[in-house]
């Protein structure tokens, strides 16, 4: 692959990375996609069976918070393991040494784990078709916001991943996937919780996520440009940080 790299112009070089990361993660991919069926199936039919009554609000709730749940799964949780196994391994540091520049193989794993969460996404559309009789509406708007809650999550998740010790990236991301399904108001609304936690919750990615998708996918909402900003900074800032950690020296 070295000799690939070295030959390869610039333009060329993601794709190849693209290629490596699926050899390597074509079993991961699969595992990862039923998961996601799985936890979008939980979530709108489950946590449904647990309410009483369902209203066109709390249905929008379950669907959007699904989706949403389901791309913090692959980006902050699933793909933070993943990295902090090639850590382990040896892998990122083989990374580091290929003659390609840092933030190419940053985009081929986004693109690589962008798609593995595509899964969960539809999968959570046609359950809140089927299950709530929802519409969703498919647009630019909508698909331009999915797309940069994928990739800030998936930064966030690469970040944890380069910087912290295994034993701590297992801690921070199943704190980060419990906080975001029990407590975070994602799958309910914030009115239900004490008003000093929505000024933690309005700047962390999760919960602007969560409303972004609801606003462009189920037209429940405005778009807020703040959440747009919110969830992008994340992205960017945990974007730098996970190229600072390949750029650095061993």
Not at 51 to 65: F, H, R, V
Not at 202 to 222: D, Q, W
Not at 225 to 240: A, F, K, N, P
Request: glycine fraction near 6%; proline fraction near 4%.
């Amino acid at each position: 692959m070295r000799d690939n790299l070295i030959e390869n112009p610039i333009s060329n070089q993601l794709i190849s990375l693209i290629r490596w990361s699926i050899l390597r993660h074509k079993h991961l991919l699969v595992v990862f996609s039923f998961a996601q069926i799985v936890l979008s199936l939980a979530i709108v039919y489950g946590l449904a069976l647990m309410l009483p009554d369902i209203d066109e609000e709390t249905a929008i709730y379950l669907s959007s918070g699904s989706i949403t749940l389901g791309i913090i799964a692959v980006g902050c949780v699933l793909s933070g393991q993943i990295i902090n196994t090639a850590k382990q391994e040896g892998i990122i540091y083989y990374q580091k040494t290929l003659p390609v520049y840092r933030l190419n193989i940053i985009f081929a794993d986004i693109i690589i784990w962008g798609l593995a969460s595509l899964p969960g996404i539809f999968m959570s559309c046609l359950a809140a078709i089927f299950r709530f009789h929802l519409t969703i509406e498919v647009s630019i708007q909508c698909l331009l916001a999915i797309a940069i809650i994928q990739i800030s999550m998936i930064c966030i998740g690469f970040a944890i991943a380069y910087w912290f010790s295994a034993n701590i990236v297992a801690l921070v991301t199943q704190i980060i996937m419990i906080g975001g399904l029990l407590f975070s108001p994602i799958l309910y609304p914030t009115n239900r919780l004490p008003i000093w936690t929505k000024v933690i919750y309005e700047n962390l990615p999760f919960v602007p996520a969560s409303k972004l998708i609801r606003s462009t996918l189920f037209n429940n909402g405005t778009v807020s440009i703040r959440d747009v900003v919110v969830v992008s900074i994340w992205g960017i800032v945990t974007m730098l940080l996970s190229l600072i950690a390949l750029s650095r020296r061993e």
